[in-house]
């Protein structure tokens, strides 16, 4: 995607809303589009609903489309405690306030795990799920009190425990914004739009929007099942689309490896899609092949 096709799709300036659930309110975009099939977009950790800003006008041929902001993410609040629960509230709530009847959810990595298990705990409420690059674990009962899901439990510890931190100036902490997991960078000018909107200004200075210590408020979810039963049990149409060089699925090593016999083992092969070029941000990386394929697994819904 060229800088001039991502202002393009900038240009296509969508609504803001906002929703109270459990006492926070819930921010979301909408590009509305009277009488079409509704898709909701799910950001990641520490990611926010502007990581769709490019993605969202092309959908939008065809379906209205939503990207909310989860509690404790971008321009929505942050709780003093989180679950499972919660954010699947969340997310039904902004479909329900957009008016979509059976949505399709389409999720990105930890914010995939969350909409699997808003589809399993709701399984009339969504018609099909698109997970984007979001690993299925076959251990443990989810708990979602650490970020094993998506990032290495190292990383948790040092994203909860450190204080928060103050910037100058808008353009200082941009220059500070990373992606998580590192990867190549293609798209600068699709980074910079997202660092831009990573960050709030405070009396002290610019600090990022996201609650540092997100999952250390988690409250475990002993009674879900593993995402592989999960899987099994779930009763809503279901993808998985990875990125070919996503450090998640890399089949050379043995994180990887072992995702991608789970999921091969949940999915069929023709529901789970290869993004060539593409690491973990898959929207970031190929957003060109990202909308192509999206596009493509919602071709019946449309």
């Known amino acids: 995607m060229t800088p001039e096709q991502f202002t393009q799709a900038l240009s296509h300036t969508p609504e803001s809303f906002s929703v109270m659930v459990k006492d926070v309110p819930i921010r979301y975009r909408r590009w509305p589009k009277p009488n079409a099939p509704g898709v909701l977009l799910v950001h990641g950790h520490a990611a926010h609903a502007r990581w769709w800003d490019h993605i969202g006008p092309a959908l939008h041929h065809r379906f209205d489309v939503s990207a909310i902001d989860l509690s404790g993410a971008g321009d929505s609040a942050h709780r003093t405690t989180y679950s499972s629960r919660l954010f699947a509230e969340e997310m039904m709530a902004v479909t329900h306030h957009a008016g979509y009847a059976s949505p399709i959810i389409i999720a990105h990595s930890f914010g995939g795990t969350l909409a699997r298990v808003a589809c399993f705990l709701n399984p009339h409420w969504a018609q099909q799920l698109i ?22 439990p190292s990383t948790s510890v040092r ?9 100058a100036t808008r353009p200082i902490a941009m220059k500070r914004f990373r992606l998580t997991p590192r990867q190549p960078l293609r798209h600068p000018h699709i980074l910079a739009h997202i660092a831009h909107h990573s960050f709030r200004e405070s009396e002290a200075g610019f600090v990022f929007k996201f609650d540092r210590a997100v999952f250390n408020k988690i409250i475990p979810a002993p009674d879900l099942p593993t995402g592989s039963e999960m899987m099994a049990r779930l009763q809503t149409q279901t993808s998985l689309v990875i990125g070919r060089k996503s450090v998640f699925f890399d089949p050379a090593t043995p994180l990887g490896e072992k995702n991608l016999s789970t999921a091969t083992k949940q999915l069929a092969n023709h529901q789970i899609k290869m993004i060539d070029d593409a690491g973990h941000h898959l929207m970031v990386d190929q957003p060109l092949s990202t909308i192509e394929t999206l596009l493509a697994l919602t071709a019946d819904s449309a």
Not at 136 to 151: A, F, T
Not at 159 to 167: E, G, L
């Open 131 to 152: 997970l984007m690059d979001s690993v299925i674990p076959s251990g443990s009962p989810i708990r979602l009190d650490s970020s094993k899901v998506v990032k290495t």
């Open 159 to 167: 994203q909860t425990s450190r204080p928060a931190r103050v910037y």
